[in-house]
C-alpha cells in the first residue's frame, strides 16, 4: 500500500518594514523538511522600506511564494486577507522576523494528527544580533521576564490557553470566522480564547521552535510591551475569566514601584525599599538569564527586563474602556477557503 501524502499546507505572513529579516524568514519556510505540498502567501502593509521589493523578488523566485495586500498594515487584518487566499487545509502562522526550525511544518503537522488539537505550537526562541538584542533574548526566556509562559521559558507537552504563533486546521478558523480585525495586538490570545470555549484544544510542545527576533532598541522594546499590556487588558474585559495572577503581576509591579517612589520622596525614605527590592530583584535574576553570554549584554539585561514588566503594567492600567467596546461592537470577518 502507497504512503499517505501528508496534508498540504498554507503559511500565511503578515508582514511590515521586515526588509531585515524576511527574505531568511521565507527561506527557512521554503526549506522545511516536509513531503507535502506548500504555498507561502505573504500579506504586504504598508512598508516604508525594501520589504515589498523583496517580497516580489521572492515571488518571482519561487511559484509557491504569492502576495495580498493589507491597506490598514495590522496584524489581524494581513492574517485574515493572508488565510482568504490561502488554499490548504493546514495553516500556518509565521511572521516576517520569525525563523522556523527545520523540521517545524513536519512535527506540527504530526502533533495535529496525533492530539486532535485544533492549534499546535512551540517555543518562541528569541534570539539577538548584537549585544542589546541579546540581552533583550535573555529575559525574554526567563522565567523573571515572563513567569511560567511555557512558549517562552519551554516546558513538558500538553493543553495550553494559548501558543506562540501556531498551526491550525483550516475548519478551526473558519467556524471562529478568522482573527477578530479590532485586536491590534493579542489577538491570538483571543482567537486562542474562543477556539477552546467552542470545545477545541490547543496544544504546546517543545517539539516545535521558531527562532525570534527582538526588538533593535529599549523605546521599541517599551511599545511592544505597552501595546502588549494594553490589548491584554482588553482581552480580559471582552472574555470575563480570562485573566489570571500572572497577568496582574506587572501592573502590580508598576503600582508598587511609583507608590514607594512618591512615599519615599514625600513621607518616609523606608518606602523607597519597594522600588529597591525591585532593582535588586531583577539584577539578581539578570545573572542566571545572561549565563554565557558577553558582559554587554549581561549589563543590559535589568534594562530590558524593567522596560517589559513596566511597560506592559503601564499599558495594562491604562487601557482605555472606549477600545474593549469598540471590540464588542465590531463583526469578525468570515473567512473562507
Not at 55 to 77: S, Y
Not at 140 to 160: C, D, L, R, Y
Not at 274 to 293: C, E, Q, R, T
Amino acid at each position: 500500500m502507497p504512503e499517505q501524502q501528508p496534508p498540504a499546507v498554507s503559511v500565511i505572513m503578515p508582514v511590515l518594514n521586515e526588509e531585515r529579516h524576511l527574505r531568511t524568514a521565507v527561506r527557512h519556510i521554503l526549506e522545511q523538511d516536509y513531503a507535502g505540498e506548500l504555498e507561502v502567501v505573504i500579506a504586504l502593509g504598508p512598508s516604508k522600506d525594501r520589504t515589498d521589493e523583496i517580497a516580489a523578488e521572492l515571488v518571482r523566485e519561487d511559484p509557491r511564494v504569492h502576495t495580498v495586500p493589507n491597506p490598514t498594515g495590522r496584524t489581524p487584518a494581513a492574517l485574515n486577507a493572508a488565510i482568504k487566499a490561502s488554499r490548504h487545509p493546514v495553516v500556518v502562522r509565521v511572521d516576517g522576523h520569525g525563523m522556523l526550525s527545520p523540521d517545524y511544518i513536519e512535527k506540527a503537522v504530526r502533533l495535529l494528527g496525533e492530539t486532535g488539537a485544533q492549534n499546535v505550537g512551540g517555543i518562541m526562541h528569541a534570539e539577538g544580533e548584537n549585544d542589546w538584542e541579546h540581552a533583550v533574548a535573555a529575559a525574554m526566556t526567563s522565567k523573571i521576564g515572563v513567569g511560567n509562559a511555557a512558549f517562552h521559558t519551554g516546558g513538558a507537552a500538553g493543553p495550553a490557553e494559548t501558543v506562540y504563533l501556531g498551526v491550525f486546521r483550516r475548519q478551526a478558523l473558519e467556524q471562529q470566522g478568522g482573527y477578530n480585525e479590532e485586536f491590534i495586538r493579542a489577538q491570538d490570545w483571543e482567537l486562542n480564547f474562543r477556539i477552546r470555549e467552542a470545545g477545541g484544544l490547543i496544544w504546546f510542545s517543545p517539539e516545535l521552535k521558531v527562532s525570534y527576533r527582538p526588538r533593535p532598541s529599549v523605546r521599541a522594546l517599551a511599545k511592544q510591551y505597552k501595546d502588549y499590556g494594553r490589548w491584554r487588558h482588553v482581552v480580559a474585559r471582552f472574555h470575563k475569566g480570562s485573566i489570571n495572577l500572572r497577568y496582574l503581576a506587572p501592573p502590580t509591579a508598576v503600582v508598587a514601584v511609583a507608590a514607594g517612589l512618591v512615599v519615599g520622596a514625600v513621607v518616609t525614605p523606608w518606602a523607597l525599599v519597594v522600588p529597591g527590592g525591585y532593582l535588586a530583584a531583577i539584577v539578581a535574576g539578570s545573572v542566571p538569564a545572561g549565563k554565557g553570554l558577553p558582559l554587554k549584554a549581561r549589563v543590559q539585561i535589568p534594562v530590558a527586563l524593567a522596560t517589559m514588566h513596566m511597560s506592559w503594567g503601564f499599558g495594562f492600567l491604562t487601557s482605555p474602556r472606549s477600545l474593549a467596546k469598540r471590540v464588542i461592537a465590531s463583526r469578525r470577518p468570515a473567512v473562507k477557503a
